[in-house]
């Protein structure tokens, strides 16, 4: 495990090499083992100057105008909004149910089962660039919440502290707390 770390470190150190050597690289950005490479048609053809042939790589792009990369979806927009970007959660994927947040029957205290709630929508209001995908979030996370015994007044009521005090993150979907909270119970 420990090689396998330094040889990362060794490969990005030679990527950055490589980077500053070669142009269209420029818009080549990497966070440990994600890459991300922005109108770049040529990248295939660098690949064996930057990575040890060892490495394999996989193209996750969903075509030449969207990618998933580091939880989010990034497609190309128009002139008024050059990317939209939504969350990518790679569990959605999957053909079975997962069970990432708190059950409420369990022997868990409800603030922070809660509080998991806020930091969530967060989490998606910080990444959503559209108010669709945000609200699709909302509604999604609620109903699975539901599902698990979250109470919907509670989570209408947590939702309208997230509004309040994450007001300046919200602003820019045009939506009011009504219509926002009218999601959580639809």
């Given amino acids: 495990?420990?090689?396998?770390?330094?040889?990362?470190?060794?490969?990005?150190?030679?990527?950055?090499?490589?980077?500053?050597?070669?142009?269209?690289?420029?818009?080549?950005?990497?966070?440990?083992?994600?890459?991300?490479?922005?109108?770049?048609?040529?990248?295939?053809?660098?690949?064996?100057?930057?990575?040890?042939?060892?490495?394999?790589?996989?193209?996750?792009?969903?075509?030449?105008?969207?990618?998933?990369?580091?939880?989010?979806?990034?497609?190309?927009?128009d002139t008024t909004t050059p990317f939209r970007i939504s969350i990518y959660d790679k569990r959605d994927d999957f053909t079975f149910r997962i069970v990432n947040f708190p059950h409420m029957d369990s022997n868990i205290p409800a603030n922070p089962a809660y509080g998991v709630y806020i930091s969530q929508l967060v989490r998606y209001a910080r990444i959503c660039t559209s108010k669709v995908d945000f609200m699709n979030r909302l509604r999604g996370l609620s109903f699975r919440l539901g599902q698990q015994g979250f109470l919907t007044n509670l989570l209408q009521r947590t939702f309208t502290k997230f509004f309040n005090r994450h007001d300046l993150i919200v602003v820019k979907y045009g939506a009011t707390l009504r219509e926002m909270r009218f999601a959580i119970q639809a």
Avoid: W
């Fill in 1 to 77: 495990m420990e090689n396998t770390k330094l040889q990362l470190i060794a490969v990005n150190r030679d990527f950055r090499r490589e980077r500053l050597k070669i142009k269209s690289l420029l818009n080549t950005f990497r966070y440990i083992d994600d890459l991300f490479s922005i109108n770049n048609v040529d990248f295939g053809n660098y690949i064996s100057a930057i990575y040890p042939p060892e490495l394999q790589l996989t193209d996750t792009s969903t075509s030449s105008t969207e990618v998933c990369y580091l939880d989010t979806h990034i497609k190309t927009g």
